[in-house]
């Protein structure tokens, strides 16, 4: 079975976590390439941007009230950031939302696109776009930090190092999630029930 057929078939037994606060809501693409070797797509976010200025990130943004859900909010943000016409992707499913540190709850979506897509990115918000092989994800472990309290649960910070880039917070959550489903990495990050960390 290769790596995205994996992906297929594992990601509809993940099971959804509620994130039970009252925030404003936001959505972000995970956006595969089908390939032999899938690869991620992320992007460096512009430094003129009031948040997350100058970090690695997947394209998203927050939902507007047009959109019919969030969804539609992933798939919106990531045309307008990178380019990425909606028909151009296969949505396979979302995971769980997770608090952002600038009062956002933040729900991922995992798509497949074509190994041809061209992408562009929006220079207003969009410094640059980058590729990393899923197996980079598979074989490295994250650097994790000391537990730090969010909203309620103890969380080691992930931390990947790929090339020049740091990437790490919210992005490195969602990739630690989902590998963990599908591919049986097994790296905790969420200590909220251990009771030394």
């Known amino acids: 079975m290769t790596d ?6 594992r990601l509809p037994d993940y099971r959804l976590i509620e994130l039970p ?7 972000v693409l995970m956006p595969f390439v089908d390939k ?9 976010r512009s430094r003129s941007m009031p948040t997350h200025a100058g970090e690695v990130a997947f394209p998203g943004g927050k939902r507007d009230p047009s959109d019919r859900n969030l969804m539609m909010t ?91 880039k740091r990437i790490w917070g919210l992005t490195a959550f969602m990739i630690l999630d989902l590998i963990n489903h599908v591919y049986d990495t097994d790296i905790r990050f969420d200590v909220s029930d251990d009771g030394n960390g």
């Open 74 to 164: 992933a798939l919106r943000e990531s045309q307008e950031e990178v380019g990425l016409a909606r028909e151009a992707v296969e949505v396979l499913g979302n995971l769980s939302p997770i608090p952002s540190r600038f009062g956002m709850k933040v729900t991922p979506f995992v798509g497949v696109v074509h190994a041809d897509v061209e992408l562009t990115p929006e220079p207003g918000e969009i410094d640059s776009i980058f590729n990393v092989p899923l197996r980079f994800f598979l074989e490295q472990e994250p650097d994790l930090t000391a537990p730090v309290e969010v909203y309620g649960r103890r969380l080691r910070m992930p931390n990947y190092y790929f090339e020049d």
């Open 4 to 9: 995205l057929e994996r992906l297929r078939r």
């Open 36 to 44: 032999p070797e899938p690869e991620l797509i992320l992007t460096v």
């Open 21 to 27: 606060l009252d925030l404003p809501e936001a959505a």
